[in-house]
């Protein structure tokens, strides 16, 4: 049974940009699977479908096996977590304490039992030292660790990020995606992260490509992301590697590690002492 | 904005600042009550006293509560003069040149000085020694007997509470927004007055546009957290009380009791 | 006619409990019509500086030199109005500026505060919608109507249509898709070379950094810990090491070779010379 499964999904809205025709694809449990587009291309409103925010027109969403429909939204609510992207619009309490206590509080735990469970995920995430912090005294790299804690607290299974790192600066980002790496490894999460980073879709198990409201891409990213003009028409930047190794091979030079930086520079120092 | 103690909350060490909100704010409204009895000079001299005690109590001082009296200065000037003219009961107090000025009119305009004195010692007691959010937490909780008949007293103090979370960060935005249409040439000093519509429009559309789509993100990450507002919810903050507060109680009820006997 | 810092410090609400430095005895000369990026991490002071260059602040001490003007807290500075014509100055997602009926009313707004003439407004506005890559069928529609990208470039066209000598844009880029990135510096570059624009750029992308800028300012906690010309910054000296901020992709392959053998000493300014240099080495080995 697979975290998500969307099947001839389909929806859109009055008069907008967005919309979604005939999407399916799955997410493997425990996996990272990116989501990219072009800016309207669907994909994050792909991530309200899937938590229910807006209603399909057409298809099936199953989590966990479960078709999400109006009675089962809520249980399914509870087996995903999902970062939104401005750090601030999604901050709820007047402190990290607060707002880490909202999800506990609508899930009706005990309050005895609170103070012991925010101060443990607050940990997790490095937010220890700030726990009576108001979010104006935040940066917004802190901001989405909190809302990361808020979501650990209920133990989901499934993380979505939208965009989570978007509006965050370079330190913030990489804040937020070493943590997620983190939570990825040692958690056992399913991650589904919807970004226009491709140098953070090269890092993941598995990429969804979209493009004006389809799917055009779905598959392993070293794979995916190859060919150069093909992403320049969806719209997308092709990933540095990619780039220098169209370069090298336009020179003679052909590498088979096209899609990973890492195992580039390793096969042209082979090149390099071959010679 | 800085010197208006009036309605502001100073984060002070007092026994009154830790007392339960909830019984403050009954208390400030039975003492509300009972500066409406007409209880005459001792009347008011057992309120006084029983406010001025809070006062210190809270580690407020007096200078503080003259200085929020100021704006009403030219109002108590203007209702004396008037009083002065309209009131010709009682004995005659002063004689000018011919001009009586009688008892009644100037112990009236006192009355409703020394009343409104108390009125405001009182909330500034209150505002200046609880922290918004659990004023908040006192209205929810004194209201949720109200629930039964349909009454939404969570919905209420969440909105309150979530504004209040706000309210910084619309400050923020405000300022930057100013900053942005100044960079365009706004200038609220000068220029015509459809200009000076423009610039004032300039600053509220975007305030109102992103106001809405804040919301409207929340509401997401809200309901993505699974709140459902009339769902039942457990609280993380609870409000204890204590004997003390129990004793401040007791207190503000004697002193209703005696005024409403000093009355009657 | 210069735009220059001298001893400049800038103080937040002085004499509160909130007081804060931002700029310490800041003393830095722009180059007029180069690309110059302001780097550093976030709380260096970038924004606060960049205020400063078209009055929306004032130093608290020192003195601010902007083309014919000179700003200090000594002095009454009166009619910064028309400064804020010659200099513009985009803040970071200015796409919450707007608010016109019509997106050309919203770009008109700007020229018509500083009396240009309505006729001349609609032109320079038209223009500038133009430059920013949008067409008649905008002209009319809701400036709330359109995406975010589109709404950051009708903002930018809204600043344009004044027709600053400087432009100053605090992160113009963030948050927008790699190819609107792109097209964004790319009009940059243009602004600069074609219509001699004077660019600043407050950034964290070392990428548009290295492959758009002529000079590169480094601020960090108030003060400004280096200035030089962007080839200077990233080939020559320890400078870039020092300031702990990620090296534009090319630069990080070739330390990456380099740690693993490749020499690629020759100057490498772009992709297409960094493929040449390594084909070089492994051919000639």
């Not at chain 1, 370069?247 to 090149?271: F, H, P, W």
Request: aromatic fraction near 8%; include cysteine; proline fraction near 4%.
């Amino acid at each position: 049974m697979n975290p998500i499964e969307v099947k001839d999904l389909n929806f859109s809205y009055d008069q907008h940009l967005d919309v979604v025709k005939d999407v399916s694809f799955t997410v493997e449990r425990g996996s990272y699977t990116t989501l990219i587009g072009h800016n309207g291309s669907g994909k994050s409103t792909i991530a309200k479908l899937i938590i229910g925010l807006l209603e399909k027109e057409q298809g099936s969403i199953l989590i966990d096996g479960e078709e999400l429909n109006n009675e089962t939204v809520e249980s399914i609510r509870r087996k995903i977590g999902i970062v939104f992207q401005n750090p601030d619009n999604q901050f709820i309490g007047a402190t990290v304490r607060d707002d880490i206590a909202f999800g506990l509080e609508n899930h009706q735990v005990d309050p005895k039992d609170m103070d012991a469970i925010i101060e443990k995920y607050a940990g997790e995430v490095g937010m220890i030292e700030y726990m009576n912090h108001e979010p104006t005294r935040l940066s917004g790299g802190q901001k989405q660790r909190v809302a990361i804690a808020g979501i650990l607290a209920m133990k989901p299974e499934i993380l979505i990020l939208d965009e989570a790192t978007s509006m965050l600066d370079p330190e913030g980002k990489e804040d937020i995606n070493s943590l997620v790496k983190q939570l990825h490894k040692e958690n056992n999460m399913t991650i589904l992260s919807i970004t226009h980073d491709v140098e953070e879709v090269m890092k993941s198990d598995h990429v969804i490509v979209m493009y004006e409201g389809r799917i055009v891409k779905d598959g392993v990213p070293s794979k995916m992301m190859l060919n150069e003009q093909e992403l320049v028409r969806l719209k997308l930047d092709a990933p540095y590697s990619v780039k220098l190794s169209n370069e090298l091979s336009k020179l003679g030079i052909k590498l088979k590690n096209a899609g990973n930086m890492e195992g580039m520079v390793d096969e042209l120092c082979q090149l390099l002492l071959k010679k | 904005m800085n010197n208006i103690a009036l309605g502001r909350y100073l984060p002070l060490d007092s026994i009154v600042h830790k007392m339960d909100p909830r019984y403050k704010l009954v208390a400030m409204l039975v003492l509300m009550i009972a500066i409406f009895f007409p209880s005459g000079y001792i009347g008011y001299a057992i309120i006084g006293s029983f406010v001025l005690f809070s006062l210190l109590l809270a580690k407020l001082n007096i200078k503080m509560i003259l200085r929020a009296m100021k704006p009403m200065l030219f109002m108590l000037v203007f209702l004396t003069f008037v009083n002065t003219l309209v009131l010709r009961t009682g004995y005659v107090l002063i004689d000018l040149f011919g001009f009586k000025v009688y008892s009644d009119a100037i112990f009236q305009t006192l009355y409703i000085t020394i009343r409104l004195l108390l009125m405001i010692m009182v909330t500034t007691i209150l505002t200046a020694s609880t922290k918004p959010l659990d004023l908040t937490l006192a209205i929810e909780d004194l209201f949720s007997p109200l629930k039964r008949f349909g009454f939404p007293a969570h919905e209420i103090a969440m909105m309150i509470s979530i504004a209040l979370r706000f309210i910084p960060t619309l400050i923020d935005e405000t300022n930057r927004i100013m900053k942005a249409q100044a960079s365009r040439g706004v200038d609220l000093k000068e220029g015509t007055f459809k200009e000076k519509i423009m610039a004032i429009l300039s600053l509220i559309v975007p305030l109102f546009v992103s106001s809405f789509q804040r919301a409207e993100e929340l509401a997401d990450a809200m309901e993505a957290r699974g709140y459902i507002p009339s769902a039942k919810r457990t609280r993380y903050k609870q409000l204890k009380h204590t004997m003390k507060d129990w004793v401040m109680m007791f207190c503000v009820i004697c002193v209703l009791g005696s005024v409403i006997w000093i009355s009657l | 006619m210069p735009i220059a810092f001298e001893k400049v410090n800038y103080i937040y609400a002085p004499k509160t409990p909130f007081q804060y430095e931002a700029l310490k005895c800041i003393d830095l000369a722009i180059e007029l019509n180069k690309i110059t990026a302001i780097i550093g991490p976030t709380g260096s002071g970038k924004s606060t500086l960049v205020q400063h260059l078209n009055a929306l602040l004032v130093p608290t001490d020192g003195t601010v030199y902007i083309l014919d003007r000179e700003l200090s807290s000594n002095q009454k500075n009166k009619d910064l109005k028309s400064l804020r014509q010659r200099v513009g100055l985009v803040f970071q997602f200015p796409e919450y500026q707007l608010f016109e009926e019509t997106i050309l009313k919203d770009v008109m707004f700007g020229p018509l505060n500083f009396k240009m003439s309505e006729e001349d407004a609609r032109q320079k506005s038209m223009t500038a919608l133009t430059m920013v890559g949008l067409d008649e069928s905008f002209y009319e529609r809701s400036p709330l109507d359109i995406s975010g990208g589109q709404k950051r470039r009708v903002a930018i066209a809204g600043i344009l249509a004044i027709n600053p000598d400087v432009l100053v844009l605090d992160e113009p880029t963030a948050g927008l898709d790699p190819q609107g990135a792109k097209s964004m510096m790319e009009l940059f570059v243009e602004l600069n070379r074609k219509y001699k624009k004077t660019i600043l750029i407050v950034t964290h992308d070392m990428d548009h950094v290295l492959n758009y800028c002529d000079n590169v300012v480094v601020m960090k906690k108030g003060e400004v810990i280096t200035h030089q010309q962007v080839n200077d910054f990233f080939f020559k000296g320890e400078s870039v090491k020092e300031i702990e901020m990620a090296l534009p992709q090319r630069l990080r392959v070739v330390e990456a070779l380099r740690e693993k053998g490749f020499k690629l000493d020759s100057k490498i300014s772009d992709i297409k010379e960094l493929a040449n240099a390594i084909k070089k080495e492994i051919s000639h080995e």
